[in-house]
């Protein structure tokens, strides 16, 4: 949700000095299992401006989609994978290339950061997770709401929503660079190609195909909703589902045509969608609803109407856990954390955060083993363990903390958002 909605009462609830941390259990944690080794997942190198090179497009991946692993995409039902993509590495887990620390060499040098943009401050902390304290907090444009990776995972984008710009950050130094004019760039996505970024311009209406290279305008589309934030790309990456958190409206659209190729409303009264994430088999996407106070359980390629999971007061982001079993759903209105597990679609806790809090946007570890999410109303960021969902921390930032970045996590490449990482 834009930080403009937040309470003037919430953004003043931060009284601890952001030097200060509370560190309430440092126990050793067990490792999460790891599932089958990457056989077959030799890293495609990006060119420095976010895009595949010349190398890895057109009859080269064409071969490579033909290859054991690219026939991985018949085992999944996916049909032909959008030209330039890099296939799947698993016949049944989009995250094969997630697992713990199982990292690029674009991204093995970089130092372990949380990245927190707080938007009602214009700033950005950077944040240990060694010692679970802000080490630099620097200033950006007006009102950041995510950071980003981009595709090739070498830069960090901040996105100034309204100072209409995107910060670069250099994740080897942490250090902001020049901005670069892009307008109402609430959110930030990449095609799975790699050839275009898109901004969910909220403000604008307008989903924005850009250049990933340089910025610049391809195509602006009009949303038909209000309120564009959050997405995910189909396994084969030829559609996306974004979710319209102010008209309650689903989109579904044509990566490759840039159009939007159907439209639906969510069955429940003033409903907000939020985060979009699919399921490790491709064959469900879920979809947090604040006001329905769940997550709509969905299938992409019908795209009929979903069904709704409650989960807890203000469900928000999702995220995927290092071994692909479980979706860590946070629920920002009641301050806990919900497990599903994927292999039966059922809750199988709940994590709740002492003393309350409202976690909303974050991302999990390089080691799976500490959930990281941003305390939208609290001006702190939490630290929750992926063994038993203890409180491991809660770090004082900012006001309005919102899409947080752990970085570096594993993977090949990122569709973008705070870390959709494949």
């Known amino acids: 949700m834009p930080s403009s909605r937040v309470s003037a009462s919430a953004s003043a609830s931060a009284s601890s000095s952001a030097s200060t941390v509370t560190v309430l259990s440092r126990r050793r944690l067990l490792p999460l299992s790891a599932l089958a080794a990457l056989a077959g997942g030799s890293l495609l190198l990006a060119s420095a401006c976010g895009a595949p090179s010349r190398s890895q497009t057109g009859q ?4 490579r989609a033909s290859s054991p692993a690219g026939r991985t995409t018949a ?22 290339a997630d697992r713990p620390d199982a990292l690029s060499p674009v991204v093995r040098g970089f130092p372990a950061r949380i990245y927190v943009p707080n938007t009602l401050s214009d700033t950005v902390s950077v944040i240990d997770p060694a010692t679970y304290k802000v080490i630099e907090t620097f200033p950006v444009g007006h009102e950041p709401q995510h950071v980003v990776p981009s595709w090739d995972l070498k830069t960090l984008w901040v996105n100034d929503d309204l100072g209409n710009d995107l910060t670069p950050l ?24 790699g050839r275009y ?32 934030n959050h997405a995910d790309f189909s396994p084969n990456g030829r559609y996306f589902i974004v979710s319209c958190e102010f008209s309650g409206d689903l989109l579904k659209v044509d990566t490759e045509t840039m159009r939007i190729v ?4 969510l069955p429940y009264p ?17 979809v947090a609803d604040m006001v329905a106070n769940g997550v709509w359980e969905l299938n992409g390629d019908t795209f009929a109407t979903p069904t709704l999971l409650k989960t807890g007061a203000g469900a928000h982001g999702l995220y995927v856990s ?13 301050g806990s954390v919900s497990v599903l597990d994927f292999a039966t679609g059922q809750l199988v806790h709940k994590w709740r955060i002492p003393g309350g809090g409202s976690p909303d946007m974050g991302g999990v570890s390089a080691d799976g083993k500490v959930l990281w999410l941003s305390g939208r109303y609290n001006s702190e960021v939490y630290a929750m363990s992926t063994e038993d969902g203890h409180l491991i921390a809660r770090i004082p930032v900012g006001n309005g903390p919102h899409g947080l970045c752990v970085y570096p996590q594993p993977g090949r490449y990122s569709l973008g958002h705070t870390g959709v990482f494949r």
């Open 60 to 63: 080269e991946l064409d071969a």
């Open 270 to 286: 003033g409903s907000m969608p939020q985060d979009v994430k699919i399921s490790p088999d491709g064959k469900v996407w879920y």
């Open 75 to 96: 085992a999944l039902g996916l049909g032909a994978l959008l030209p330039g993509m890099p296939p799947p590495l698993s016949a049944t887990d989009l995250y094969a």
């Open 197 to 228: 970024a898109v901004v969910m311009a909220s403000n604008d209406h307008a989903l924005v195909f850009r250049d990933a290279h340089t910025m610049k305008v391809v195509k602006s589309v009009p949303s038909q909703c209000e309120g564009v």
């Open 322 to 334: 290092r071994d692909s079993k479980d979706l860590y759903i946070s629920n920002r209105g009641e």
């Open 170 to 193: 250099d994740p080897a130094t942490g250090l902001p660079g020049r901005p670069v004019d892009v307008h109402d760039p609430y959110n930030l996505y990449f095609t799975p190609d």
């Open 262 to 265: 159907a439209k639906q409303r």
